[in-house]
Antibody, heavy 122, light 113 residues
Framework: EVQLVESGGGLVKPGGSLRLSCTAS????????MNWVRQAPGKGLEWVSS????????YYADSVRGRFTISRDNARSSLYLEMNSLRADDTALYYC???????????????WGLGTMVTVSS | DIVMTQSPDSLAVSLGERATISCKSS????????????LSWYQQKLGQPPKLLLY???LRDSGVPDRFSGSGSETNFTLTVSSLQPEDVAVYYC?????????FGGGTKVEIK
């Protein structure tokens, strides 16, 4: 079964850092673009970042650019999100998602993990 | 940025009746080179991650019941549930993947009347 499992969330103080991980299984991870999408409590969905299969094309939402870094390790079938200078409005459930088609970012998301919760509070 | 606007915010439909959700984009999401609308629909049930229902505006993802259908082009799109079932209670989101930043509509909550 195609699966994405996120980890690394937790409670962090404003200005702090956190590294999220997503482990993929049962599909050819190295051929798909991957993404992070977040959802604040009781709110809608917000795209955060995307990365191409080889990691050469990376995109960020304006709200996180310069503070978050997306990366991947194809040998480990893993996706990461390094989050620095965290703010209260970064509090959300962070989902790892897979693009529907092989290739560059810019696609619907056909597989979602269960998410990992990030809470930024003093 | 392409702004996605959904309406209504919520709707209550009787079992077996039709539910219709609108999604409008602030600019066209139709790529004329391949004649595809870069528009998808997701269903999110309480406490669960979103699930892809439709992509290219009207193609159902694997396993999605045929009571779910999508239509529209360029800037105006519709998700229709032809005969609402109890398991369809959820929040529905549209998303454009025409350009970054990828953007979602605000969501439409569907309940049983």
């Amino acid at each position: 079964e195609v699966q994405l499992v996120e980890s690394g969330g937790g409670l962090v103080k404003p200005g702090g850092s956190l590294r999220l991980s997503c482990t993929a299984s049962a599909f050819s991870f190295r051929t798909y673009s991957m993404n992070w999408v977040r959802q604040a409590p009781g709110k809608g969905l917000e795209w955060v970042s995307s990365i191409s299969p080889g990691g050469d094309k990376i995109y960020y939402a304006d709200s996180v650019r310069g503070r978050f870094t997306i990366s991947r390790d194809n040998a480990r079938s893993s996706l990461y999100l390094e989050m620095n200078s965290l703010r209260a409005d970064d509090t959300a459930l962070y989902y790892c998602t897979k693009d529907t088609r092989v290739g560059d970012p810019g696609d619907a998301f056909d597989v979602w993990g269960l998410g990992t919760m990030v809470t930024v509070s003093s | 940025d392409i702004v996605m606007t959904q309406s209504p915010d919520s709707l209550a439909v009787s079992l077996g009746e039709r539910a219709t959700i609108s999604c409008k984009s602030s600019q066209s999401v139709l790529y004329t080179s391949n004649n595809k609308n870069y528009l998808s629909w997701y269903q999110q049930k309480l406490g669960q991650p979103p699930k892809l229902l439709l992509y290219w505006a009207s193609l159902r993802d694997s396993g999605v019941p045929d009571r779910f259908s999508g239509s529209g082009s360029e800037t105006n799109f519709t998700l229709t549930v032809s005969s609402l079932q109890p398991e369809d209670v959820a929040v529905y989101y549209c998303q454009q993947y025409y350009s970054t930043p990828l953007t979602f509509g605000g969501g439409t909550k569907v309940e049983i009347k």
